[in-house]
């Protein structure tokens, strides 16, 4: 009778824990097909809205799969797109922005940078675990990836830092000397970057650069 006690009880208890876990479900190949069909016929202005409003309708468990199917479908015919429709998904669902932007970044790796800056300037709360995952798609310029979203939320820098340095170890020296760039045009209040790349004081001249005067000219072929 006891063991038959121990028993019903352990059932109940299975019982509760599936009702009460998370449910994380897969997609169906109907609904892989259904997502593909809907961004098929798109035009490219429009895929970055009908991304973001896919995922936003998708039931909560469903988003992070129907954002990497969109993602996939998408890049995969448009590479140009990436950027935008990565950050349109991050705006709509933040914590499926990492995901989204990995994936962007796997079918587009020349847009790794594009991809991850675009992604964290739309959903900055997500932003050292966006860096963090297009680094790893991308170990070899995983210093690139993390220096590119530094720069558009240069207050977050060591946070980035930490998150792509965990996902890449091996970058971890120039992720740091990035980081601490950042850190300190940030105290003294602002960066000035070309293509991405702070550009600090070493590079400036010391000097101001010296006066040059000038004269009337003369046209020996006009009258």
Known sequence: MKQIQ???????????????????????????????????NVPAPELAAKASDLVGKALAADREAVATTAVRAIVTKNAAVAASVVASIAATAPEVAPAAAATAAEIAPDQAEKIAKAAALAAPSAASKIAAAV???????AARIARA?????PKSA????????????????????FSQIFAAETVTGGTVTQDDTPITRPNFPADAPVAYGSAPGFDPNRP
């Open 158 to 177: 060591s946070k980035i830092a930490d998150a792509v340095v965990a996902a890449v170890p091996s970058a971890k020296a120039q992720v740091e000397s």
């Open 135 to 141: 680094a790893k798609t991308n170990a070899r310029h």
């Open 6 to 40: 121990i028993k019903l009880v352990a059932v109940g208890l299975l019982a509760v824990l599936a009702f009460s876990a998370p449910t994380v479900q897969a997609l169906t190949e109907t609904d892989i097909a259904n997502v593909k069909k809907a961004v098929a």
């Open 149 to 153: 979203v530094m720069s558009a939320l």
